[in-house]
């Protein structure tokens, strides 16, 4: 199989096959709503990590990272659509800010173990023990996405290190 070509049939199934979110601009626009039950709105970006979180002034990825992401989030959200996903889109910032800090383009078919242990510290430096578990389940179901599908077929595999918080009541 070809990574490239399997990225490049991934990437036109999401865009031009599936719907969700084709009401808000689908892949022209870097920024999706989901609106959970209760009414409330849980918001998509498809951008850089920054410290403080604005879902209306961002950096968005660069391509071609930005249509894998987009093919990404659509694809699981057409599945079943989660109000947790903005661990899912952490997780592609985290790889992105990764990619980013060993010089290499802003490509997913660059990921590889290198990229995904810098992806495992940027986790560890940036956020909670809770958010470290939720992000890094995240990051696992991103490589083994990616090893299914042939993308990166010889991506190692990386197993969420981070320990479940317990629940303690105040």
Same mark, same amino acid.
């Given at each position: 199989?070809?990574?490239?070509?399997?990225?490049?049939?991934?990437?036109?199934?999401?865009?031009?096959?599936?719907?969700?979110?084709?009401?808000?601009?689908?892949?022209?626009?870097?920024?999706?709503?989901?609106?959970?039950?209760?009414?409330?709105?849980?918001?998509?970006?498809?951008?850089?990590?920054?410290? @403080? !979180?604005?879902?209306? #002034?961002? $950096?968005?990825? +660069?391509?071609?990272?930005?249509?894998?992401?987009?093919?990404?989030? %659509?694809?699981?959200?057409?599945?079943?659509? @989660? !109000?947790?996903?903005? #661990?899912? $889109?952490?997780? +592609?910032?985290?790889?992105?800010?990764?990619?980013?800090?060993?010089? %290499?383009?802003?490509?997913?078919?660059?990921?590889?173990?290198?990229?995904?242990?810098?992806?495992?510290? +940027?986790?560890?430096?940036?956020?909670?023990?809770?958010?470290?578990?939720?992000?890094?389940?995240?990051?696992?179901?991103?490589?083994?996405?990616?090893?299914?599908?042939?993308?990166?077929?010889?991506?190692?595999?990386?197993?969420?290190?981070?320990?479940?918080?317990?629940?303690?009541?105040?």
């Amino acid at each position: 199989d070809d990574p490239e070509q399997n990225l490049a049939e991934f990437v036109t199934y999401c865009r031009d096959t599936l719907a969700l979110y084709e009401d808000q601009g689908g892949f022209s626009v870097n920024l999706w709503l989901y609106k959970d039950a209760n009414g409330r709105s849980h918001a998509m970006r498809f951008a850089q990590y920054s410290e @403080k !979180t604005d879902p209306y #002034n961002f $950096t968005p990825f +660069l391509e071609p990272y930005l249509s894998f992401a987009k093919a990404y989030v %659509r694809f699981h959200q057409e599945q079943q659509q @989660k !109000t947790s996903i903005g #661990n899912k $889109t952490s997780a +592609l910032a985290t790889v992105y800010d990764a990619l980013e800090h060993l010089e %290499r383009s802003p490509d997913i078919l660059d990921v590889d173990g290198a990229v995904i242990g810098k992806s495992a510290e +940027l986790i560890r430096e940036r956020n909670s023990a809770a958010r470290c578990y939720q992000i890094g389940n995240e990051l696992e179901l991103l490589c083994n996405f990616l090893r299914q599908k042939v993308i990166c077929p010889s991506l190692p595999i990386w197993n969420n290190p981070y320990p479940r918080q317990r629940y303690r009541a105040q």
